[in-house]
């Protein structure tokens, strides 16, 4: 097997999703024999770096920014970096000679595109792409450079075909979590406790709290034993709107704000059934963490969480506009130990089928074969 000298640009601005997604692979790739660099933006909180120290996975920190129409400081800043981030880029590229480049952010392409030529360059896509005129010049552009583009999702890879319509180049390889050895377990619930029904992430809009809190009054209507356990930073506008409307229907007392969490452990060991009601997600790993404590998920129709669960089998999905239809696949968990038994059983078996780190990373690495081969014909 070759073993690949790999460059990852990576923001890391802070970490969320798109650096797990991008620390699990480079953890991969290096216990698998590779050699892995990443590129950091200089413009950072520190924890994707501390991360990459933890991991002792070299990197280099350059501020190269992004353009902004919105945000004109930081378009200037980034002009005003510009020069210097090409010297140090070039000099990263010379010194390290990576043969495969994996990049995240398309945004980097109007203006510093041009430093990744004639080099194997994949495009992984992260996020779901916005129509538009600026996305579809910057990914006309990103098509003629990258040798491959990774969606985390099929629902992802359709947005990027239309926008790259008629490429061959786009594939899906789903994100995927680390699994191990280790027995994750739930607390044991006493018997007259009620049923905890956990949301976790980003408390923003299209993560679909409002939806939950509605469903949740239905539940509560028809006195079943059950309470919210809501994860994530309440500080924002959107957490204030959602505590309004649970003052509004009197559940105070039966919905409890954690606040943000690190140990995945103190928050999946103390659930019962994780809801995901978000709208267009790119993948959700948030659908596909709770797997390992063996819990069940009800998550929205939408976006790529039902490639993550199977409908009735590893979990449940409900439309996402119906807030009726989520208290229904609620219900029928909070009712049925043996229900939610099975599915939080069938969602670990779904997990270690499909959606594996160790999977991940030999698909990313049969694409760098791929490309390899094709280089030297």
Known sequence: MKRYRILVVCGGSHVSGLEIMNLTLMKQLKEAGHSVCCLVSG???GAFIARL?????????VKLGNLYLSRLLWTLATILNLPKAIFQINYLLKEYKPDIIILNDHRNFLHAGFLWNGLNL????????????????????LH???????????????RLEALMPGSSKIKTIHNSIETSDNIFS?????????????????????????????AFAVLLNKNLNCAIHIYGNDQTAYAVEVSRLVNNYGLSRHVHWKGFVNDKNDIYGNLDIVVVPSVDEPFGLVALEPALWNLPVVAARSGGLPEIIEDE??????NPDDFQELAIQLEKLITSPSLRDEMGRQAKIRLNQYFTAQRMTDKFIEIFDQLHKTTIQ
């Open 53 to 61: 120290e933890n991991l002792e996975i070299p990197y280099k920190s």
């Open 313 to 318: 089998c590893s979990g449940l999905l409900f």
């Open 122 to 141: 994949i495009y992984w896509e992260e996020n779901l792409p916005a129509f538009g005129l600026f996305n579809k010049i910057t990914f006309k552009y």
């Open 43 to 45: 413009w950072n909180d």
């Open 186 to 214: 739930v607390q044991i619930r006493d018997f007259n406790e009620p049923i905890r029904i956990g949301i976790v992430g980003q408390i923003i809009p299209r993560k679909g709290h409002l939806m939950l809190v509605e």
């Open 144 to 158: 003629k450079k990258a040798r491959a583009i990774i969606a985390c999702s099929d629902f992802v890879k359709n």
